[in-house]
Antibody, heavy 121, light 111 residues
Framework: QVQLQESGPGLVKPSQTLSLTCTVSGGSISSGSYYWSWIRQPAGKGLEWIGR???????NYNPSLKSRVTISVDTSKNQFSLKLSSVTAADTAVYYCAREEGYSYATFDYWGQGTLVTVSS | QSALTQPASVSGSPGQSITISCTGTSSDVGSYNLVSWYQQHPGKAPKLMIYEGSKRPSGVSNRFSGSKSGNTASLTISGLQAEDEADYYCCSYAGSSTFYVFGTGTKVTVL
């Protein structure tokens, strides 16, 4: 059973860079044809896709966030990471990592429990 | 790219059927049969309920079904149960530039 777990600071100051890591267990991040995504949800609001990475390093980003987002993968640690620069209060949200079936677009079949990141001074 | 439009709330009595709509455009829902649906209970991560418009993952009740007509996708829950009370989100592929857009979300209440 695949499990995903987000980790990282829960509080980030405005203008700084938000950094999160997702650790995958129960299977190799490199096995199969899967993409690994980040999705966020502000309190009381809907879901927003941030971006995704394939284990080859190929990435796709939400155009509205593309200039500030970097997603990377470390296959040796079975982890992938998110960096979001120049954060503001609008970036305060629960951040989820998720696995996407590679042969089926928009099929996020496994999710982490989510981690709350608050942007505040 | 705007979020897909869903009704804010839908309610029904136990045993009834309800349908949640997800309206997009010809650039997303209308162009691809790549809509997924997620159930989210309070404080929990979303759970995949339907993918590729109408397919159910293993373990998801057959009370959940998906369909599409034009620019609108729909999720139907039949035989409504108390445990179905949750928020539901649709998600569509929107082409190689935008990639994915989620719906605004629908709160389902079991009366």
């Amino acid at each position: 059973q695949v499990q995903l777990q987000e980790s990282g600071p829960g509080l980030v100051k405005p203008s700084q860079t938000l950094s999160l890591t997702c650790t995958v267990s129960g299977g190799s991040i490199s096995s199969g044809s899967y993409y690994w995504s980040w999705i966020r949800q502000p309190a009381g609001k809907g879901l927003e896709w941030i971006g995704r990475i394939y284990t080859s390093g190929s990435t796709n980003y939400n155009p509205s966030l593309k200039s500030r987002v970097t997603i990377s993968v470390d296959t040796s640690k079975n982890q992938f990471s998110l960096k979001l620069s120049s954060v503001t209060a609008a970036d305060t949200a629960v951040y989820y990592c998720a696995r996407e079936e590679g042969y089926s677009y928009a099929t996020f079949d496994y999710w982490g429990q989510g981690t709350l990141v608050t942007v505040s001074s | 790219q705007s979020a897909l439009t869903q009704p804010a709330s839908v309610s029904g009595s136990p045993g009834q059927s309800i349908t949640i709509s997800c309206t997009g455009t010809s650039s997303d829902v209308g162009s691809y049969n790549l809509v997924s649906w997620y159930q989210q209970h309070p404080g929990k991560a979303p759970k995949l309920m339907i993918y590729e418009g109408s397919k159910r993952p293993s373990g998801v009740s057959n009370r959940f079904s998906g369909s599409k007509s034009g620019n609108t996708a729909s999720l139907t829950i039949s035989g409504l149960q108390a445990e179905d009370e949750a928020d539901y989100y649709c998600c569509s592929y929107a082409g190689s530039s935008t990639f994915y857009v989620f719906g605004t979300g629908t709160k389902v209440t079991v009366l």
